[in-house]
């Protein structure tokens, strides 16, 4: 069945760049999810990308992915505190609606 | 546009009753999934409604079950709760449900069974 795996800590100092990244199993995955969770909340949609792309960038984030490797890494530039957050890269399950698998989550820490 | 509503932001029940969470899709969106999210499981699908029908559910106890009304929002309910159900529980909206389209979540439902 599908994985998705990422590294579960990553501190960075403030106005450095983050890079986050993640594995899964599904080549067949038409699109691949960024979402951003902060301490008490539900789960913001970051960013996505199609699975035809190997990289896109919006604004400060950039998403690059290696469909050989089944790789996928979100690069945030300028990091600033309120980027402080827990990151989770999610794939569709290949075999059902509107199921997402998720990996554990990257809990980013920025400090000064 | 509104985004997804959850009601109650928070809850606390002690293990044997049962509790209902209500979640309001975006204007719209058809499609409603649901997940627990724990600090030992993690993020974890439960079901997904499309259409007042349930298409997929997870790997679940029949404790838990849902349904969507005809304007779209859903509920889901757990029977004979356990201390292990206290989680957040995140439901999420998408246009149609297919591969390919975005879920948006909600703040989710914060579950305390004591």
């Known amino acids: 069945g599908e994985d998705v795996e990422q590294s579960l800590f990553l501190s960075v100092r403030e106005g450095d760049s983050s890079v986050i990244n993640c594995t899964y199993t599904d080549s067949s995955s038409t699109y691949l999810y960024w979402y951003k969770q902060e301490p008490g909340a539900g789960l913001q949609l970051l960013t996505y990308?199609?699975?035809?792309?190997d990289m896109k960038q919006d604004q400060r984030l950039t998403v690059l992915l290696n469909k050989k490797d089944k790789h996928l890494s979100l690069r945030i530039a300028d990091t600033q505190t309120g980027d402080s957050a827990i990151y989770f890269c999610a794939e569709p399950f290949s075999g059902g609606y509107n199921k997402l698998i998720f990996g554990a989550g990257t809990r980013l820490a920025v400090h000064p | 546009k509104a985004g997804v509503t959850q009601t109650p932001r928070y809850l606390i029940k002690t293990r044997g009753q049962q509790v209902t969470l209500s979640c309001s899709p975006i204007s719209g969106h058809r499609s409603v999934s649901w997940y627990q999210q724990t600090p030992g499981q993690g993020l974890q699908f439960l079901f997904e409604y499309f259409s007042e029908t349930q298409r997929n559910k997870g790997n679940f106890p029949g404790r838990f079950s849902g349904r969507q009304f005809s304007n779209s929002r859903s509920e889901m309910n757990v029977s004979t709760l356990e201390l292990g159900d206290s989680a957040l529980y995140l439901c999420a909206s998408s246009s149609w449900g297919g591969n390919g389209d975005t879920q948006y979540f909600g703040p989710g439902t914060r579950l305390t069974v004591l």
């Open positions: 990308i199609f699975s035809n792309m």
